[in-house]
């Protein structure tokens, strides 16, 4: 039995769907990320999920019960907010016993659970000081202490780390799932920060528009997105218009070249795609490159080199081959990763070929769900 089950849930505020038919089972100890852009209805269901909000229609379940009409008092969960919401007039050890007292749990109890919680999120040496006295942190981490010191059967994550500095942040979320794998607690994230939910989460839900556009892990949602949305939304991607020549047989053309590569099964032969491909699995060619043993190519001319530190990262301009007119030419930029230790070979407005790895790449339409035209890839880190 699943811990936590969203069942069809619908959220309307007026005339705009906030969450539409949104339904989801998160297994007994998983950490699931609920990852879109601003307004996709991520903390709404969230919101939902704790009590704070009630469905249209639908229903939230946790251990086999129905919970959609109970308070959220009732639901058995711990919540961190975007803000902390710590109380000003008391001590870090006294926010964290707070949820404790209200419970009238016996005193040694308290304590005992209280000190085990501060030292487990680095906090006894602050146990004494107020809010106001520790840094975004050290409140972040005595806010997740508070949340889990009753012992939720689901802890419910709203942009915990969004106040806190780009350092920081990333401490803290490794702190997170340090924290939520050793004491196995069924936890939610909402977040806008991709890189943040894929470096922590089991399993993550892209939203988009009040819906779920796909759920998978890390690794699928990155390297196997399934629409143009989660390709332009999840790091950086390439979208390279092909044309389907076969979708059961997986053959697609560019280039006057036909290779095989992963065809998604709603397109049909004849129309164009886009096929899919990250930056750092793009190849520069030289003299010395080998075959490309049934890989594409691509000309383009760099516009603009951006130092990443150990990588650079080079847009280029495509450069269409004289009178082909098997696939239109990508209008978009293309990203290429290269090392920056060898960046400087290619300088701005010097022309470069790359080898497009069929096997690392993926056929979808050039459609988005919605019916309209794929957004332009994403080129941020």
Same mark, same amino acid.
């Given at each position: 039995?699943?811990?936590?089950?969203?069942?069809?849930?619908?959220?309307?505020?007026?005339?705009?769907?906030?969450?539409?038919?949104?339904?989801?089972?998160?297994?007994?100890?998983?950490?699931?990320?609920?990852?879109?852009?601003?307004?996709?209805?991520?903390?709404?269901?969230?919101?939902?999920?704790?009590?704070?909000?009630?469905?249209?229609?639908?229903?939230?379940?946790?251990?086999?019960?129905?919970?959609?009409?109970?308070?959220?008092?009732?639901?058995?969960?711990?919540?961190?907010?975007?803000?902390?919401?710590?109380?000003?007039?008391?001590?870090?050890?006294?926010?964290?016993?707070?949820?404790?007292?209200?419970?009238?749990?016996?005193?040694?109890?308290?304590?005992?659970?209280?000190?085990?919680?501060?030292?487990?999120?680095?906090?006894?040496?602050?146990?004494?000081?107020?809010?106001?006295?520790?840094?975004?942190?050290?409140?972040?981490?005595?806010?997740?202490?508070?949340?889990?010191?009753?012992?939720?059967?689901?802890?419910?994550?709203?942009?915990?780390?969004?106040?806190?500095?780009?350092?920081?942040?990333?401490?803290?979320? &490794?702190?997170?799932?340090?924290? !939520?794998?050793? *004491?196995?607690? =069924? /936890?939610? $994230?909402?977040?806008?920060?991709?890189?943040? %939910?894929?470096?922590?989460?089991?399993?993550?839900?892209?939203?988009?528009?009040?819906?779920?556009?796909?759920?998978?892990?890390?690794?699928?949602?990155?390297?196997?997105?399934?629409?143009?949305?989660?390709?332009?939304?999840?790091?950086?991607?390439?979208?390279?218009?092909?044309r389907v020549i076969s979708t059961s047989g997986g053959v697609v053309e560019r280039g006057g070249?036909?290779?095989?590569?992963?065809?998604?099964?709603?397109?049909?032969?004849?129309?164009?795609?886009?096929?899919?491909?990250?930056?750092?699995?793009?190849?520069?060619?030289?003299?010395?490159?080998?075959?490309?043993?049934?890989?594409?190519?691509? &000309?383009?001319?760099?516009?603009? !080199?951006?130092? *990443?530190?150990? =990588? /650079?990262? $080079?847009?280029?301009?495509?450069?269409?081959? %004289?009178?082909?007119?098997?696939?239109?030419?990508?209008?978009?930029?293309l990203a290429v990763d290269v090392p920056s230790a060898s960046a400087g070979r290619w300088p701005?407005?010097?022309?470069?070929?790359?080898?497009?790895?069929?096997?690392?790449?993926?056929?979808?339409?050039?459609?988005?769900?919605?019916?309209?035209?794929?957004?332009?890839?994403?080129?941020?880190?």
């Open positions: 039995m699943s811990r936590l089950e969203l069942e069809n849930v619908f959220k309307q505020f007026g005339d705009q769907v906030a969450v539409r038919d949104f339904s989801l089972s998160v297994e007994d100890g998983e950490l699931v990320s609920f990852l879109g852009p601003s307004g996709c209805g991520k903390t709404t269901t969230l919101r939902m999920t704790a009590g704070f909000e009630s469905p249209d229609s639908g229903s939230v379940v946790v251990d086999g019960f129905d919970v959609t009409d109970l308070p959220p008092n009732r639901r058995g969960m711990g919540m961190v907010f975007q803000g902390y919401a710590l109380f000003p007039n008391m001590t870090a050890a006294e926010n964290v016993d707070f949820g404790l007292a209200v419970r009238k749990r016996p005193a040694a109890e308290r304590r005992a659970r209280v000190a085990e919680l501060l030292e487990l999120f680095g906090l006894a040496h602050v146990a004494g000081s107020y809010p106001h006295q520790m840094s975004g942190g050290q409140q972040q981490r005595v806010a997740l202490a508070r949340a889990v010191a009753i012992q939720p059967g689901v802890l419910l994550l709203d942009e915990p780390l969004s106040a806190v500095d780009a350092k920081v942040r990333e401490e803290l979320r &490794t702190e997170i799932r340090r924290m !939520q794998v050793q *004491l196995q607690i =069924t /936890t939610i $994230l909402v977040t806008h920060d991709q890189s943040e %939910a894929l470096s922590i989460s089991d399993r993550v839900v892209v939203m988009n528009h009040g819906a779920i556009e796909e759920v998978g892990t890390p690794t699928q949602i990155y390297a196997e997105p399934r629409s143009a949305f989660t390709a332009g939304f999840i790091g950086a991607m390439n979208e390279i218009p092909v070249k036909r290779v095989t590569a992963p065809v998604a099964a709603e397109l049909n032969d004849g129309e164009l795609g886009l096929l899919l491909v990250r930056p750092e699995s793009l190849e520069p060619l030289g003299p010395s490159s080998g075959s490309l043993n049934g890989d594409l190519t691509l &000309t383009g001319r760099v516009e603009v !080199q951006t130092f *990443l530190g150990a =990588t /650079t990262r $080079l847009l280029l301009r495509e450069v269409p081959a %004289a009178g082909d007119r098997s696939a239109p030419p990508s209008t978009r930029l701005a407005g010097s022309q470069m070929e790359v080898r497009i790895p069929v096997k690392a790449s993926r056929v979808i339409a050039g459609q988005s769900a919605a019916g309209k035209p794929a957004a332009p890839a994403n080129l941020d880190a």
